[in-house]
């Protein structure tokens, strides 16, 4: 169970958090290379992170942290590393010093994940509601809120962020979600509701793919014609180039012969 639990939060930490953090990062590492040696720490810590080495990108991280102990991007990438290493314990503690320096929604997001992890529901939902405080157009957010709020009992709030989450973006993997709450909750008229939503939506999909294949078909039909056309005109109007050619040599007068 609890290994099922730890594959839904990574899968929606790699959907929905990543993204937002390497948005960021860009920003942060800007800030941070005030020095070559910080710079350099930057590059050593992400390599190091690529190539799965945790050792080596934390002495680089805790290094940076010793040139500027200020660095909340140093502090957010330090509580990565930790989670996934499953010292959660220090994981969290780098999340709140960075959410110390710089408020942000993904150092929140992130403490959040962790406090699902270790079953702190309660706190996992409240960090959740900040980041959407500061956040709000994250559908990952709202998710994640709402798997807190499910095991916390509260199914109406938890539907709540759901359909949130699907007005920022229709997702059939949401509605299901939903789906599967109304069904526990022995709810059979609203669940039947919801799956008719799911119907409805994935025929709007295959509506709008067939009619995204039927344009693209198109476009080609017309871009080979168009070509085909352009080729015909082409060989016309050398033709006629060389017609208007010969005609122009018959009219000029012919040379008089000098005596």
Same mark, same amino acid.
């Given at each position: ?8 939060? $990574?899968?929606?930490?790699?959907? *929905? ?14 800030e ?11 590059? &050593? ?13 934390e ?8 040139f ?13 590393l ?5 010292? *959660?314990? =220090?994981?969290?503690?780098? *999340?709140?010093?960075? %959410? ?15 406090? *699902? ?31 807190? $709020? ?11 962020? &759901? ?9 059939t993997?949401? &509605? ?22 799911? =119907?409805q939506? %994935? &025929? ?7 009619k ?16 085909k056309?352009?080729?015909e ?17 018959? =009219? $000029? ?7």
């Amino acid at each position: 169970m609890l290994a099922a639990v730890l594959i839904l939060i $990574l899968a929606f930490y790699t959907v *929905f958090f990543a993204p937002n953090w390497n948005e960021r990062n860009e920003e942060d590492l800007n800030e941070t290379r005030k020095t070559p040696q910080i710079k350099k720490l930057w590059g &050593l810590a992400q390599s190091a992170m690529r190539e799965r080495k945790p050792m080596k990108a934390e002495k680089a991280l805790l290094t940076i942290l010793k040139f500027d102990e200020k660095n909340a991007a140093a502090y957010n990438r330090l509580g990565i590393l930790y989670a996934k290493e499953k010292h *959660f314990k =220090e994981a969290v503690e780098c *999340f709140e010093i960075a %959410q110390s320096l710089d408020n942000n929604a993904s150092s929140l997001h992130n403490v959040g994940l962790i406090y *699902f992890e270790t079953g702190k529901y309660e706190k996992a939902a409240m960090a959740f509601s900040q980041a959407i405080e500061i956040e709000g157009d994250q559908p990952g957010r709202y998710i994640a809120y709402a798997k807190a $709020l499910e095991k916390l009992g509260n199914r109406s709030k938890a539907i709540e962020a &759901l359909e949130t989450a699907y007005s920022l973006n229709p997702s059939t993997v949401v &509605l299901r979600h939903i789906l599967e709450i109304y069904e526990n909750a022995g709810d059979t008229e609203s669940a039947e509701h919801v799956r008719e939503r799911i =119907e409805q939506l %994935q &025929l709007e999909k295959a509506e709008a793919e067939a009619k995204s294949a039927k344009t693209q078909k198109r476009t080609r039909r017309i871009v080979k014609a168009g070509t085909k056309v352009t080729a015909e005109e082409t060989k016309k109007a050398a033709k006629r180039k060389i017609i208007i050619k010969k005609s122009a040599a018959k =009219e $000029l007068p012919k040379k008089r012969k000098i005596i």
